[in-house]
């Protein structure tokens, strides 16, 4: 089966400007999560999406993102306006009902705000 | 103080070494422990995972959990040049297997190099 999919694999923007990445998840994974890593710090949760729901949004870090996930299929994640703190690599990850065990992460896409 | 604490290393060792990787934690309500492998690159990719204390394993790997010290453990036995990665600890709360899962805590993730 195809994995996850993210796009762009990398981005680099400049300070001020928007930026949306992709998710495609596994077909038939009703769950989506987004994660991102700051430079040295670790994995850090940001939001969960239980098909075009939002079940916990607790990481996101201020109303410059905002995720959606349209018919419970893909999922954008947009940061308007970007600062320079974005810089990271954010992954995506989906897993069928219950299987906490089952994440699979995508590769990441790497922002790069300068 | 984070929740996870993991040595970020770098950790040499050499080929056919037994490797420890290890991580401590503070939050008593953990209870899925799972151990995930991460190639530069690429996304990481579930290793191992354990439900409460006990012992694990799954070929050269082995996870234990010891809850009363919140304290878990990678054992890698005959390590391997491809298993140069960086390993990454994470945990979830209890209830999380209805209603579709829930989020991660992840420690910083140990660099690991295995040399000929």
């Known amino acids: 089966e195809a994995g996850v999919t993210q796009f762009p694999s990398h981005s680099v923007i400049e300070k001020g400007q928007t930026v949306t990445l992709r998710c495609d998840p596994i077909s038939g994974h009703d769950n989506l999560y987004w994660y991102r890593r700051v430079m040295g710090k670790e994995i850090k949760f940001l939001l969960h999406f239980v098909k075009e729901s939002k079940q916990d949004e607790s990481g996101m870090p201020n109303n410059r993102f905002l995720a959606e996930r349209t018919g419970g299929t893909y999922s954008t994640l947009k940061v308007q306006p970007a600062e320079l703190e974005d810089s990271g690599v954010y992954f995506c990850a989906s897993s069928q009902e219950g299987a906490v065990y089952g994440y699979t992460f995508g590769s990441g896409t790497r922002l790069t705000v300068v | 103080q984070k929740e996870v604490e993991q040595d970020p290393g770098p950790l040499s060792v050499p080929e056919g070494a037994i490797v420890s990787l290890n991580c401590t934690y503070s939050?008593?309500?953990?209870?899925?422990f799972m151990w995930y492998r991460q190639y530069s690159r690429k996304g990481p990719e579930l290793l191992m995972y354990t439900y409460s204390s006990g012992n694990k394993e799954d070929g050269r790997f082995t996870a234990q959990v010891d809850k009363s010290s919140k304290y878990i453990s990678l054992f890698i036995r005959d390590s391997q040049p491809s298993d140069s990665a960086t390993y990454l600890c994470?945990?979830?709360?209890?209830?999380?297997?209805?209603?579709?899962?829930?989020?991660?805590?992840f420690g910083t993730g140990t660099q690991l190099k295995v040399e000929l």
């Open positions: 994470a945990m979830s709360g209890a209830g999380i297997l209805t209603g579709g899962g829930n989020k991660l805590t």
């Open positions: 939050n008593s309500a953990f209870q899925y």
